[in-house]
């Protein structure tokens, strides 16, 4: 018995054509307010050739842990990794973050995390998964961590300090500088969550944009977290951890007696090799140049819209960091919902009665072109303008 049946398979393919036409597509354009990205075309193509192959028995898929180690080594080089460091892939920020604070924890026994207003929200998830209390501080008027409000919240229970590299809200880098060297005065864990910046900030640097150093240069940083599927241009999801020294993936490793193996370290056990190959991919096509290019892009169209929006008569929370803009409304709901209907979306930030929108890859000033007269006619209809 045939377990292939042709005009099934055109059945299914149908009902699920007419339900992704319900979707919005990053390849339209139109998706304005996400840090995910359409990916690269060679992404696409590599991850096809790897569905089937897992990671979590690297025995059986010998080829595909070597694409993973390569991928990691360009990740590692990139953010100054020293020799001794360890890499852990994972789905993304979330995980890369959880497994982070799994590491801290682990070493110190220790249970509080210093971190600013700005935090992703996983560390909500954190916080009530792993028993562990959030400690927070107020951000400076850049929207940056207030660095002189940390000393008074270090106590005896103090297991790390976060420092943001591309926050989710405003793309705005905390002084890591400062947070590395409280670190090791006081003996502290720092995690850094660059999922966003992570494949931005080293290429801002090369472009002689003034941007703080973030990474392992810092001897205070103990990890990093970045996103390929973000602006590493590739399929989500795909993330990895930099962990400055191998042997801390001990404290979270555990027997793997039915893989090939013998312990693995990390939340996931069976982990797919298909976003895996598709970032190496990127990484291979592109290359450093080829990053670096593609932030510069990024970053004038940035400098494009921003200068567009202003000649609106609207204003910026902030001046962007990098390729995230935040655009300050008073009728926050009505522009989302105004746009929405016109085949735009942006991103809400309701506690900072703004609209997140984010220069990825895919977005031109052939875009922007003609996002500008719908953004400017909804502002007006509501009252904003």
């Known amino acids: 018995m045939s377990l292939y049946n042709d005009k099934k398979r055109v059945e299914i393919l149908k009902e699920l054509n007419s339900l992704k036409k319900k979707d919005f597509s990053f390849s339209s354009g139109h998706i304005l307010g996400s840090m995910c990205t359409q990916p690269h075309p060679i992404a696409k193509e590599a991850y096809q050739k790897f569905l089937e192959t897992n990671l979590g028995d690297p025995e059986l898929f010998p080829g595909t842990k070597e694409i993973e180690s390569k991928f990691i080594t360009f990740i590692s080089d990139l953010l100054h990794a020293p020799k001794y460091s360890a890499g852990q892939i994972v789905s993304g920020g979330t995980e890369g973050n959880i ?220 001046k962007p960091t990098m390729n995230v803009l935040g655009i300050k409304l008073k009728k926050l709901p009505e522009v989302i919902n105004k746009l929405s209907k016109y085949g735009w979306k942006v991103n809400k930030i309701d506690h900072l009665s703004c609209i997140r929108i984010v220069i990825m890859p895919q977005i031109t000033k052939k875009i922007i072109d003609k996002f500008i007269p719908i953004l400017r006619k909804t502002c007006e209809e509501v009252g904003e303008l």
């Open 99 to 318: 497994t982070a604070m799994w590491i801290a924890k682990q070493l110190t026994g220790k249970k509080e995390i210093i971190l600013a207003d700005s935090a992703h929200f996983s560390f909500k998830k954190i916080e009530s998964i792993m028993d562990m209390k959030l400690i927070k501080v107020p951000l400076t008027i850049d929207y940056n961590m207030d660095v002189l409000k940390i000393k008074d919240n270090i106590k005896d229970n103090t297991a790390a300090i976060l420092g943001i590299a591309g926050s989710t809200e405003l793309g705005t880098i905390d002084p890591i500088p400062e947070l590395s060297d409280i670190c090791l005065d006081e003996n502290l864990f720092l995690h850094v969550d660059a999922a966003f910046g992570g494949y931005v900030i080293p290429f801002l640097k090369e472009l002689n944009y003034q941007v703080p150093d973030f990474d392992f240069k810092l001897k205070g940083v103990s990890t990093i977290s970045t996103d390929a599927h973000k602006m590493g241009y590739s399929v989500i999801p795909l993330g990895t951890l930099i962990i400055r020294d191998y042997k801390w993936l001990d404290e979270i490793s555990v027997e793997s007696l039915c893989t090939g193996s013998k312990k693995q370290s990390g939340i996931f056990g069976t982990r797919s090799g298909g976003p895996v190959a598709a970032a190496y991919a990127v990484t291979r096509y592109l290359g450093v140049g080829g990053y670096k290019k593609l932030v510069e892009n990024c970053m004038t169209i940035t400098k494009y819209t921003e200068e567009k929006i202003t000649d609106m008569g609207l204003h910026l929370i902030t």
